[in-house]
């Protein structure tokens, strides 16, 4: 068997963020709560959009 003409380093940085990014995958937020934040979002963004409109009469919750 010949040798390998161009050794591969040991500490490859595409490899080690491959490895990283595949030991965090599933590690995410489930499907319920990404669609629980992005419910509050519409709505957040639904009252400033009101209240932008009547500035007078809407108040905006924090």
């Keep these: 068997m010949t ?3 161009m ?3 040991t500490e490859d940085e595409l490899v080690a963020c491959y490895h990283e990014a595949a030991a965090l995958q599933g590690a ?3 499907a319920d709560l990404r669609a629980a934040v992005l419910a ?3 709505v957040t963004a639904w009252k400033h ?3 932008a ?3 007078d009469e ?5």
């Design 58 to 62: 809407i108040a905006i919750e924090k």
């Design 53 to 55: 409109e009547n500035p």
């Design 7 to 9: 050794p591969r380093p």
């Design 3 to 5: 040798p390998d003409p």
């Design 28 to 30: 995410g937020p489930s």
């Design 40 to 42: 509050q979002a519409e």
């Design 49 to 51: 959009a009101d209240a």
